[in-house]
Nanobody, 125 residues
Framework: QVQLVESGGGLVQAGGSLRLSCAAS????????MGWFRQPPGKERDFVAA????????YYADSVKGRFTISRDNAKNTVYLQMNSLKPEDSAVYYC??????????????????WGQGTQVTVSS
């Protein structure tokens, strides 16, 4: 079992920044690829960013490329999502997820073995 707890969400004006954190406990964190997904109200949960076990490989959705940065600290069992130049369309509940052996890269929803409870990000115009 892996428990994931997100934090760092909130309300920010367009153009602002937020840093999300996802703290993991349980099994060996470094054994999992990690991803961030988001779900706007009434819409599907979509991929945002992913990072490999070592942190050496990252992948981003086109909509966030150049604005968001995913990173991880395996010593602290934490993955981060730095979000800059935020736009109203970035508003969503953001979820982190752990994938033990993802079939796909970047991982899709079905590749993810564990999920956090989500953190709300609201970007005002």
């Amino acid at each position: 079992q892996v428990q994931l707890v997100e934090s760092g969400g909130g309300l920010v004006q367009a153009g602002g920044s937020l840093r999300l954190s996802c703290a993991a406990s349980g099994r060996t964190f470094s054994g999992y690829a990690m991803g961030w997904f988001r779900q706007p109200p009434g819409k599907e949960r979509d991929f945002v960013a992913a990072i490999s076990r070592s942190g050496g490989s990252t992948y981003y959705a086109d909509s966030v490329k150049g604005r968001f940065t995913i990173s991880r600290d395996n010593a602290k069992n934490t993955v981060y999502l730095q979000m800059n130049s935020l736009k109203p369309e970035d508003s969503a509940v953001y979820y982190c997820a752990a994938a033990y052996f993802p079939t796909n890269w970047p991982p899709v929803l079905s590749d993810c073995d564990y999920w956090g409870q989500g953190t709300q990000v609201t970007v005002s115009s």
